[in-house]
Each structure stands twice: as C-alpha cells, then as structure tokens.
C-alpha cells in the first residue's frame, strides 16, 4: 500500500483550514438560523462552529506562553461544547423547536467533567485524554439522538458514519496519549494529529451540508403530508383521496374487486344548530374514529364532503361490502349516541357500488354510482345502506 503523504498539509496549514471552514460554516447557519428563526437547532449549531474556533484559538496560545489556565483547562472545557450543541440542536429538530433540553442532566455532566478537568489539568495529556473522552462521548450521544430520524434515511445514516468515524480517531487519540503518559507526543504523532483535524474538517463540513438537508427535507414532506390531509380528521381530504383513489383503480391490474362506500351524517346540520359548531367537529371525528377503527389498514378512508366520507376497500366482494356497511351504520348509532356528553343520536346514510370483475380504471363511475346508492338511503328515511350493483 502507498504511503500516503500528509506532509502537504502540514499542522498549521491544517489548524488554519480547520478554523475557517468552521467560521464560514457558522457564519452559514447563523444565517439559516435568521432565515428560519422558529428552527432554533441552527442557532445551536451556529454556536458549535464559533466556540471550536475560540477554543482552538485559546489552545493555541500554549505556543504563545499563555497561562494553561487559559490554554489548557478553558480551552479544553470549551472543546468538549461543540458536539453538545450539535447534540442539543438535533433534540431541538427531532421534538420541535419548543422542547425543553434536559438541563439538569447536561449541567451535571458539564459539573462532573469541569471538575475532573480543573482537578488534573495541569498533569501532562491528562486534559487532552479527557476531552477526547468527552468528545467520544458527545458523537456517540449524537449518533443515538440520529436513530430517531428515519426520514430521509441516507441523510442521517451518513451523519451518524462521520460522527462515529470521528468518535474512533479520538479513541486513537486518547490510546496515543495513554501509550505516552509521561513524555511528550514521538514526532509521528503529528500524523494523528493531522488526521484528527482532516476528521473535524470533515465532520464539519457534512454537517454543515447534512444538517440543513435534514431540516428542509423533512419540512417539505411534512408539508406534504399537511396538504393531504384534512385538519379536523386527518383522513385524507378530498383532492388526495380523488387522486389516490383514481391511481389505485388505474394500477389495479389484477382484477381484484373493489369496493367504494360514500357515508353521510344523518340531520347533521340540526346537530349543528342544537348542539353548537364545537360538538358538529366532535361528531365528524368521532365518526373518523369509528371508521379507522373498524376498517382494514388497506381501505382507503378520505372525507371528500363538510360531513361525507369515501372508503376505497380493494380485494373486497359484494358480500363483504354489504357485512361490512351494515356493521359501519351499527357502530355509529351505537357509539355515537353522545358526543362529548351531549345527546345526538347520530346515524349515518350509507351507499356502496362494486367493480364487479371487470377491470374498472374509471374511479369517478364507480364514486357516481356510490352516490346515487347514498342518495336512495337518504330518501328511503336515513340511517340505511343501500348498495348498487353495476349495470
Ligand atoms: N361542525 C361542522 N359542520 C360542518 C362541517 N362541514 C359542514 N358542516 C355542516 O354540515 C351541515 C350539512 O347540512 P345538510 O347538507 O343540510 O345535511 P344534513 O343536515 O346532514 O341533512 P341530510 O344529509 O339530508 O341528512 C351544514 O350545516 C354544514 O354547515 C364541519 O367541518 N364542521
């Protein structure tokens, strides 16, 4: 294998690279942070990149003849910072900006690790050993806090490789002090030590481009998803039920039977006047529930109307449909007698078609037919199911 030569970079070209990589990417989330102020992680990450310069400014001040009180135990209390924050960052993305930090715990550990620092800074390697340690713990913190974040996976998976990639060259680093307790560093160690700073630089610079893809990314599904959704019910609203439904029938090659239901509230309005908008929104949720409930995980629920539902139930026979209709207006007359503590005495009007074998790629037939089955149980005196066979 070729040796690799690292002398091109020597340490202080390194040192200097590191620390404006690390200004210009904080200077990059403060203004993230401006751009998107109710993302208060960016703030914390902005502060992580401005406390590793300060502290690697004051460290190296020990070539400087500053006191060590400056140089060794300030500057190592604030190295061990930076992959806190990131860490406090990600809870603060992962829970949503409002989530309150354990406070508590983090100021116990930076009490415990002060304390340790300040007790045996002035023993040679002892405060580097200990903020590798720190800074081992830190990544590590980091890489469990990214197992919560599945969406977008790749994104996190490759956070979570860097941050354990660095959390092993400071395990090199504290095994190289360890093997050297009482000298000073052999002149190779300059090798670690360049490749500890390429491994920050690193780590440094995928956060930076990681870190905000993470956010905006999952903002935009959730945005999505938000778009899709009704607020009251959280069914699917119409325009993504219409959508869904239709691509369905049109992928539903197998011939397999489906069923579509429209399902309208009884006098739903008289619920409205009597009772107050307030109990109408709790019975239209109830009634939500109801239906998750009884349904399969594979039918397709959406409210398409202010008080109509739809359901798609693919591989689902005439026979089926009719059990399955009938258990529906049973389970609400049954349960919705009262909606929080009031008496309404809510029914619904159910209508159904089938596609019968034949391959049916036309949603809007099948929804028409639905209709006209829904429109029969209505006259034919509500709190009825009336199913259409296809002509
Ligand atoms: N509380 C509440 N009411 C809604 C919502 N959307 C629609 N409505 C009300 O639902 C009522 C529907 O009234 P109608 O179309 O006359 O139907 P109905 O009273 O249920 O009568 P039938 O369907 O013929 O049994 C209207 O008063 C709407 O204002 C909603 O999101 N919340």
Same mark, same amino acid.
């Given at each position: 294998?070729?040796?690799?030569?690292?002398?091109?970079?020597?340490?202080?070209?390194?040192?200097?690279?590191?620390?404006?990589?690390?200004?210009?990417?904080?200077?990059?989330?403060?203004?993230?942070?401006?751009?998107?102020? /109710? /993302?208060? #992680?960016?703030?914390?990450?902005?502060?992580?990149?401005?406390?590793?310069?300060?502290?690697?400014?004051?460290?190296?001040?020990?070539?400087?003849?500053?006191?060590?009180?400056?140089?060794?135990?300030?500057?190592?209390?604030?190295?061990?910072?930076?992959?806190?924050?990131?860490?406090?960052?990600?809870?603060?993305?992962?829970?949503?900006? /409002? =989530?309150?930090?354990?406070?508590?715990?983090?100021?116990?550990?930076?009490?415990?690790?002060?304390?340790? !620092?300040?007790?045996? =800074?002035?023993?040679?390697?002892?405060? #580097?050993?200990?903020?590798?340690?720190?800074?081992?713990?830190?990544?590590?913190?980091?890489?469990?806090? @990214?197992?919560?974040?599945?969406?977008? @996976?790749?994104?996190?998976?490759?956070?979570?490789?860097?941050?354990?990639?660095?959390?092993? +060259?400071? !395990?090199?680093?504290?095994?190289?002090?360890?093997?050297?307790?009482?000298?000073?560093?052999?002149?190779?160690?300059? #090798?670690? *030590?360049?490749?500890?700073?390429?491994?920050?630089?690193?780590?440094?610079?995928?956060? #930076?481009?990681?870190?905000? @893809?993470?956010?905006?990314?999952?903002?935009?599904?959730?945005?999505?998803?938000?778009?899709?959704?009704?607020?009251? +019910?959280?069914?699917?609203?119409?325009?993504?039920?219409?959508?869904?439904?239709?691509?369905?029938?049109?992928?539903?090659?197998?011939?397999?039977?489906?069923? %579509?239901?429209? !399902?309208?509230?009884?006098?739903?309005?008289?619920?409205?006047? +009597?009772?107050?908008?307030?109990?109408?929104?709790?019975?239209?949720?109830? %009634?939500?529930?109801?239906? *998750?409930?009884?349904?399969?995980?594979?039918?397709?629920?959406?409210?398409?109307?202010?008080?109509?539902?739809?359901?798609? *139930?693919?591989?689902? +026979?005439?026979?089926?449909?009719?059990?399955?209709?009938?258990?529906?207006?049973? /389970?609400?007359?049954?349960?919705?007698?009262?909606?929080?503590?009031?008496?309404?005495?809510?029914?619904?009007?159910?209508?159904?078609? =089938?596609?019968?074998?034949?391959?049916?790629?036309?949603?809007?037939?099948?929804?028409?037919?639905?209709?006209?089955?829904?429109?029969?149980?209505?006259?034919?005196?509500?709190?009825?199911?009336?199913?259409?066979?296809?002509?």
């Amino acid at each position: 294998m070729p040796d690799i030569d690292l002398s091109v970079l020597d340490l202080t070209t390194l040192i200097i690279l590191t620390l404006v990589v690390n200004l210009l990417v904080s200077a990059y989330m403060a203004l993230l942070a401006r751009l998107q102020p /109710q /993302q208060t #992680a960016f703030r914390h990450w902005a502060l992580s990149c401005v406390i590793f310069v300060l502290a690697s400014a004051l460290a190296a001040g020990r070539l400087y003849q500053v006191p060590a009180l400056l140089s060794v135990l300030l500057a190592h209390a604030l190295l061990a910072l930076p992959p806190v924050l990131i860490g406090t960052g990600l809870l603060r993305f992962i829970h949503g900006p /409002q =989530y309150r930090l354990p406070r508590t715990a983090l100021i116990l550990c930076a009490a415990g690790y002060l304390l340790l !620092l300040s007790a045996g =800074y002035t023993v040679l390697h002892s405060a #580097a050993v200990l903020n590798a340690a720190a800074i081992t713990a830190g990544c590590v913190w980091c890489i469990v806090l @990214l197992q919560a974040v599945k969406k977008p @996976l790749f994104v996190s998976r490759l956070l979570q490789l860097v941050l354990a990639l660095h959390a092993l +060259t400071m !395990l090199a680093e504290i095994y190289l002090y360890l093997n050297h307790w009482h000298s000073v560093l052999p002149p190779q160690a300059s #090798a670690l *030590m360049q490749l500890m700073l390429l491994s920050h630089l690193l780590l440094t610079t995928v956060a #930076a481009v990681l870190l905000p @893809l993470l956010f905006f990314i999952s903002r935009e599904q959730l945005l999505r998803q938000q778009a899709d959704l009704d607020e009251l +019910t959280l069914l699917p609203n119409r325009r993504h039920f219409l959508r869904e439904s239709s691509a369905y029938l049109m992928r539903n090659n197998s011939q397999a039977p489906v069923v %579509v239901m429209m !399902l309208d509230l009884d006098y739903f309005k008289a619920i409205n006047d +009597t009772h107050g908008h307030a109990t109408g929104d709790a019975a239209l949720k109830q %009634v939500a529930g109801i239906l *998750m409930a009884e349904l399969r995980k594979t039918d397709f629920i959406g409210r398409i109307g202010g008080e109509e539902f739809a359901i798609v *139930m693919p591989d689902t +026979t005439a026979d089926d449909a009719r059990a399955i209709g009938e258990r529906l207006r049973h /389970q609400v007359e049954q349960q919705a007698r009262t909606v929080e503590g009031k008496a309404v005495n809510l029914t619904i009007s159910i209508g159904a078609t =089938y596609s019968q074998s034949e391959r049916v790629t036309d949603f809007q037939t099948l929804l028409k037919r639905a209709d006209d089955a829904l429109y029969e149980a209505k006259r034919s005196g509500r709190n009825n199911f009336i199913f259409h066979l296809a002509q």
